[in-house]
């Protein structure tokens, strides 16, 4: 579904390597969740699967497409929540997420079928009407993950879907991850709620200074019977974090 292969990407002409030589493959029906430090590189990461940042070595596949050599087709299959609200402000609710199925071809009596559920699941049916620009920070976040789950993408990139979110809305939208696997489908999300990854996700890996320094279940990577994921992930970047995300 996801694989990385020996990617790398730095900054300050070189100077700076926010992403070493990194690989992983995520496979179909998981829930794979990407954890680090600040300043570890998971944004980074993140922003060159989904074609944001150029790749400066390595390659990057989403449901088999190179996403530098077949990006349009590599993008088409993932559904993308930013860590930041770069969204089209100026555009009420429900025109932006008419104009987000535009982009992914969602024909009209689906996307009704899909927007309806959506805003009715996330309590933003009152909102729909209203500018982006006059939302809170909460139902900017609700109106960016309706976006990214609109097309119903085989491949869901989350970079910390759950901040913002109240706590209903939360555990809703874990649901939907969860449900999303369950049909073969894929979620790979950042996230800094070590306890939401250890409930929910099927595998994790650990990036620090640009590298990965663990992959594997919550079992695989538990050095005690009674080591949880906070424990696990504190002894495995108890040296720091490196470069900037």
């Not at 390659?59 to 050599?69: A, H, N, P, S």
Request: hydrophobic residues 35%; contains cysteine; glycine residues 8%.
């Amino acid at each position: 579904m996801l694989t990385i292969q020996n990617v790398s990407k730095t900054y300050s002409k070189g100077n700076v390597k926010a992403v070493d030589n990194i690989s992983l493959s995520v496979k179909k029906g998981e829930i794979f969740g990407f954890l680090g430090p600040n300043g570890a590189g998971k944004t980074t990461t993140i922003k060159m699967i989904t074609g944001i940042l150029p790749i400066d070595e390595g390659k990057i596949t989403v449901c088999g497409y190179d996403i530098e050599k077949e990006p349009i087709k590599a993008k088409m299959n993932m559904g993308f929540v930013p860590d930041t609200h770069d969204i089209y402000e100026r555009l009420k609710g429900i025109e932006y997420l008419n104009f987000i199925a535009d982009v992914y071809e969602v024909p009209s009596d689906v996307r009704k079928e899909r927007i309806n559920k959506y805003l009715e699941m996330f309590e933003m049916k009152k909102a729909a009407g209203q500018p982006i620009k006059s939302y809170s920070h909460g139902m900017k976040q609700k109106i960016i993950v309706m976006g990214a789950l609109l097309h119903q993408p085989p491949l869901w990139i989350m970079d910390e879907p759950l901040t913002g979110l109240d706590p209903k809305s939360a555990h809703l939208l874990k649901e939907e991850m969860n449900n999303h696997c369950a049909n073969g489908n894929t979620v790979f999300f950042s996230t800094h709620v070590l306890e939401v990854a250890e409930k929910i996700c099927h595998r994790v890996g650990i990036i620090n200074k640009g590298k990965i320094i663990a992959v594997g279940t919550i079992d695989e990577l538990r050095q005690s019977q009674d080591s949880s994921l906070e424990s696990i992930f504190l002894s495995l970047t108890e040296e720091g974090s490196g470069a900037n995300a």
